[in-house]
């Protein structure tokens, strides 16, 4: 399994994002695709995710109703779409995936950094 990020940059407060994270390497129909993310001197935490199968989304509270993610099943493409960022949204940005029966996340893909200015 191949996870590919990408889309992050430097955005001023308020502004908007899209991060792409392409996965190859297998049929992901019964798989679950997370974003996570990692600030400086914190620990990794969880942003949302998305079933391949159906399309159930799942949110971190700190980010519902300003973040979205979606997929394309044909691209095999997860997307997170970020908008009214803040400065606290800076951080490393990792996608992952698991199976939908599996309890930890098993691929990881490389990180792509957003800052956010104030």
């Known amino acids: 399994v191949q996870l590919q990020a990408s889309g992050g940059g430097l955005v001023q407060a308020g502004g908007s994002l899209r991060l792409s994270c392409a996965a190859s390497?297998?049929?992901?129909?019964?798989?679950?695709m997370g974003w996570f993310r990692q600030a400086p001197g914190k620990e990794r935490e969880f942003v949302a995710a998305?079933?391949?199968?159906?399309?159930?989304?799942y949110y971190a509270d700190s980010v519902k109703g300003r973040f979205t993610i979606s997929r394309d099943n044909a691209k095999n493409t997860v997307y997170l779409q970020m908008n009214s960022l803040k400065p606290e949204d800076t951080a490393v940005y990792y996608c992952?995936?698991?199976?939908?029966?599996?309890?930890?996340?098993?691929?990881w893909g490389q990180g792509t950094l957003v800052t956010v200015s104030s």
């Open positions: 992952s995936t698991r199976h939908q029966s599996d309890s930890s996340w098993g691929y």
């Open positions: 390497g297998r049929t992901f129909s019964s798989y679950i």
């Open positions: 998305i079933s391949w199968s159906d399309g159930s989304t």
